[in-house]
């Protein structure tokens, strides 16, 4: 059997960087800088350039400015007007020196500026320090996207589709930003609110997917996905899988302690599972589920204010009110396709019509 080494070959060695310069003396040096710890490839113009990251994109370009035809300028603008390229990090290396011109390449989206003739040793420092950059960045972005979609997998179980954990975590971010918090705070639980009902991916789909009420043995076990929940995020040191193990073991909490699955009151139910609460209601209550249709915007007001201080924080439920403009922005911006704004079609279940439907039955 032959190894497919020409699958792996990104995957093998150092890092690709692009050098781009018209002068093939100003090459050869930036060879001789960083050929030992780079796999390089080169480009004797701006097109030229476009069309190597075209075939292999690069994991940082080393571009000049001043070159016939196609200038640095309209190289690194073209790359950030493709989503394709946009996210690959530019330093220019370039004979203008003035103070404007480094100005303009970072407003064009470069990461870097240096002035020739080169130092060596700057040179590979601040390569260096851009693609640890690069990598931190793009495993913080992965891990959240990771996350998101963790928590769209459990909305799949419940037979939620669409946009529901999108919605209902900018709903929290919202509520807290209107409460006050902390720009990370907000950040993070924007992040983490979508694995609340992760644990669901544990309960049986015979219960979950029940089109009647749940017997009480059945109440039993469906009340067990916050723990189960809890268990699969685990006790990772991280802020953001902290966060997001609180808000699963605590999200169906009531503020009056009747909740579960600990009859946690009050504040002693963290403020990050009091938002998500409020949120995660708001947004079953304004969309359709396969049991019922959407409620009008006054109605699931209405329900919210009826039950401040019995199931929510009464502060959370003010927060969502004074924001409620902007709630129902973030709603439009990410309605469901099968969720249109047109009359709903009728609950599949009598018992579960709109005037029967309170929050435990639509959390």
Same mark, same amino acid.
């Given at each position: 059997?032959?190894?497919?080494?020409?699958?792996?070959?990104?995957?093998?060695?150092?890092?690709?960087?692009? $050098?781009?310069?018209?002068?093939?003396?100003?090459?050869?040096?930036?060879?001789?800088?960083?050929?030992?710890?780079?796999?390089?490839?080169?480009?004797?113009?701006?097109?030229?350039?476009?069309?190597?990251?075209?075939?292999?994109?690069?994991?940082?370009?080393?571009?000049?400015?001043?070159?016939?035809?196609?200038?640095?300028?309209?190289?690194?603008?073209?790359?950030?007007?493709?989503?394709?390229?946009?996210?690959?990090?530019?330093?220019?290396?370039?004979?203008?020196?003035?103070?404007?011109?480094?100005?303009?390449?970072?407003?064009?989206?470069?990461?870097?500026?240096?002035?020739?003739?080169?130092?060596?040793?700057?040179?590979?420092?601040?390569?260096?320090?851009?693609?640890? $950059?690069?990598?931190?960045?793009?495993?913080?972005?992965?891990?959240?996207?990771?996350?998101?979609?963790?928590?769209?997998?459990?909305?799949?179980?419940?037979?939620?589709?669409?946009?529901?954990?999108?919605?209902?975590?900018?709903?929290?971010?919202?509520?807290?930003?209107?409460?006050?918090?902390?720009?990370?705070?907000?950040?993070?639980?924007?992040?983490?609110?979508?694995?609340?009902?992760?644990?669901?991916?544990?309960?049986?789909?015979?219960?979950?997917?029940?089109?009647?009420?749940?017997?009480?043995?059945?109440?039993?076990?469906?009340?067990?996905?916050?723990?189960?929940?809890?268990?699969?995020?685990?006790?990772?040191?991280?802020?953001?899988?902290?966060?997001?193990?609180?808000?699963? $073991?605590?999200?169906?909490?009531?503020?009056?302690?009747?909740?579960?699955?600990?009859?946690?009151?009050?504040?002693?139910?963290?403020?990050?599972?009091?938002?998500?609460?409020?949120?995660?209601?708001?947004?079953?209550?304004?969309?359709?589920?396969?049991?019922?249709?959407?409620?009008?915007?006054?109605?699931?007001?209405?329900?919210?204010?009826?039950?401040?201080?019995?199931?929510?924080?009464?502060?959370?439920?003010?927060?969502?009110?004074?924001?409620?403009?902007?709630?129902?922005?973030?709603?439009?911006?990410?309605?469901?396709?099968?969720?249109?704004?047109?009359?709903?079609?009728?609950?599949?279940?009598?018992?579960?019509?709109?005037?029967?439907?309170?929050?435990?039955?639509?959390?």
């Amino acid at each position: 059997m032959t190894p497919p080494f020409e699958a792996w070959a990104e995957w093998l060695g150092p890092p690709r960087l692009l $050098l781009v310069d018209d002068e093939p003396v100003n090459l050869q040096l930036l060879r001789r800088v960083l050929a030992d710890d780079y796999r390089l490839s080169f480009a004797r113009s701006g097109a030229e350039a476009l069309q190597r990251v075209r075939e292999a994109p690069p994991r940082l370009i080393v571009l000049d400015i001043m070159m016939p035809g196609m200038s640095g300028h309209d190289v690194i603008r073209a790359l950030k007007a493709d989503p394709a390229t946009a996210h690959i990090p530019v330093l220019f290396c370039t004979a203008l020196g003035a103070e404007e011109d480094e100005t303009l390449g970072l407003e064009l989206g470069a990461v870097d500026y240096i002035t020739k003739p080169i130092s060596p040793p700057v040179l590979r420092a601040r390569i260096r320090t851009h693609l640890a $950059l690069v990598q931190s960045s793009e495993v913080e972005r992965t891990r959240l996207e990771i996350i998101r979609r963790l928590g769209r997998a459990a909305e799949f179980k419940d037979n939620e589709t669409g946009h529901h954990v999108i919605r209902m975590s900018h709903y929290s971010r919202l509520i807290a930003e209107q409460l006050g918090a902390p720009p990370g705070f907000c950040d993070t639980l924007l992040h983490a609110a979508p694995m609340h009902d992760i644990g669901k991916i544990g309960t049986p789909d015979a219960i979950l997917l029940k089109p009647g009420k749940l017997d009480a043995a059945e109440w039993a076990v469906m009340r067990q996905h916050p723990q189960i929940g809890a268990d699969i995020i685990g006790d990772d040191p991280s802020p953001l899988l902290r966060m997001a193990r609180t808000i699963a $073991l605590q999200h169906h909490e009531k503020w009056d302690g009747s909740g579960y699955p600990h009859g946690l009151a009050g504040e002693a139910i963290s403020v990050e599972a009091r938002i998500v609460a409020v949120a995660d209601v708001f947004d079953a209550l304004t969309s359709q589920r396969p049991y019922k249709p959407a409620w009008p915007l006054d109605k699931a007001l209405e329900l919210l204010r009826a039950e401040s201080g019995r199931h929510f924080w009464p502060d959370a439920v003010q927060a969502l009110l004074a924001r409620i403009d902007d709630a129902w922005a973030i709603r439009q911006q990410w309605l469901d396709t099968a969720t249109p704004d047109a009359p709903p079609a009728q609950p599949a279940h009598p018992a579960q019509s709109p005037s029967a439907v309170t929050p435990a039955s639509v959390a």
